[in-house]
């Protein structure tokens, strides 16, 4: 009887255990979430510009990787972003940006290869790579922290949203984003002529070489020109003459840009939307006035430039002129005298002897 009890006595023990092992089983098993996959945001990528600033050929990347976990006493209050190799971007990450065309373009991040087993906050980092065009400065912030926050949605794993370095941007694309801003700035060039001297003609057209490095090849900038065409005069050169002015120029693909213009006296040609840093230089050919070109006929552009060409011609009477006329005005005077004063004495004797008849 004894060894009954005893057999029975263990054999509840035992099955006292294996209902707490099997219990056990269950509750962890209610504690078990599904892997959820993650879903898609946008940001964008803009070009801030002067109103009228054409939009400059520019390429730039992006890629998410990886961020860092954070830990808070003794657990991760941040996790580090899981298999950022599965996160997409649009064209890779990608984004080309035409002469003349949009300021700003959406990239879509797509989450969704990428499976989250935790409640919690998971970190990625985005990165804009690239170098900044001619006239262009980077954002300031070139990494941005990229979370996902994913919680518990009465048992199931759910993804409540996405933050770009703080700012909201919608679990699912609902129109909050936000994304890197490259500020691009620009400035005209504008070459002005003069003349002076009593021997200067107003009339006459003089040919001015602009060359300007720098400018983004294929990108079109405005020529705002006083004078369309050169004038058909006698004091122009005649390879000068009605010539037109360009309205644009391309950026060239290898080498300086070079526009040619002609210009009278109080005329000036602008080359608008020159990208800050470009070079230039200016030269005017040579003709029959002197011609000393101003101290800024080459330079950097970092703000808006004026290049004043003045040209001076005061040609005198060459010596001996005078010497040599006024001696025969002076005997041409002195011999239309003395015939006024022999005529006047004939007239006097005539007169004198008509008194003694």
């Not at 919608?170 to 021997?199: C, E, M, P, R, W």
């Amino acid at each position: 009887v004894r060894k009954m009890k005893k057999i029975s006595r263990l054999t509840g023990i035992a099955l006292a255990v294996a209902m707490i092992i099997a219990l056990a089983s269950i509750s962890a098993a209610a504690f078990t979430y599904e892997r959820i996959n993650g879903t898609e945001i946008a940001f964008k990528s803009t070009i801030s510009k002067a109103e009228g600033t054409p939009t400059p050929a520019w390429t730039v990347n992006y890629a998410v990787t990886a961020g860092q976990a954070v830990t808070e006493n003794g657990y991760e209050s941040v996790h580090a972003g899981p298999n950022p190799g599965a996160v997409t971007l649009t064209n890779g990450g990608v984004v080309t940006f035409t002469a003349g065309g949009a300021d700003s373009q959406t990239v879509t991040i797509n989450f969704s290869a990428v499976f989250f087993s935790e409640p919690g906050v998971y970190r990625y980092v985005l990165k804009q790579t690239g170098a900044a065009a001619l006239g262009m400065t980077l954002d300031e912030s070139l990494e941005r922290n990229l979370d996902v926050y994913v919680y518990d949605n009465e048992g199931a794993l759910a993804i409540q949203g996405y933050t770009l370095a703080g700012k909201r941007m919608g679990a699912t694309g609902d129109g909050k984003d936000d994304g890197f801003t490259n500020t691009y700035t620009t400035h005209d060039l504008t070459v002005i002529k003069t003349v002076s001297g009593l021997q200067a003609s107003r009339d006459k057209y003089f040919k001015f070489t602009i060359e300007i490095s720098g400018l983004t090849a294929g990108s079109t900038y405005a020529i705002v020109p006083t004078s369309a065409t050169s004038g058909n005069n006698a004091a122009t050169k005649s390879e000068y003459r009605n010539q037109t002015n360009p309205t644009s120029v391309t950026g060239a693909e290898s080498g300086p840009t070079v526009v040619t213009v002609y210009l009278q006296n109080g005329d000036s040609v602008t080359v608008k939307n020159l990208p800050k840093g470009a070079t230039y230089t200016i030269t005017e050919d040579k003709e029959n006035y002197t011609n000393n070109p101003p101290e800024n006929a080459s330079g950097t552009i970092n703000e808006n430039v004026e290049v004043t060409f003045l040209n001076v011609r005061n040609e005198t009477i060459p010596t001996g002129v005078l010497l040599t006329v006024i001696p025969g005005v002076l005997l041409l005077g002195a011999g239309i005298a003395g015939i006024v004063i022999m005529t006047k004495k004939k007239k006097s004797s005539d007169d004198d002897t008509e008194d003694e008849d």
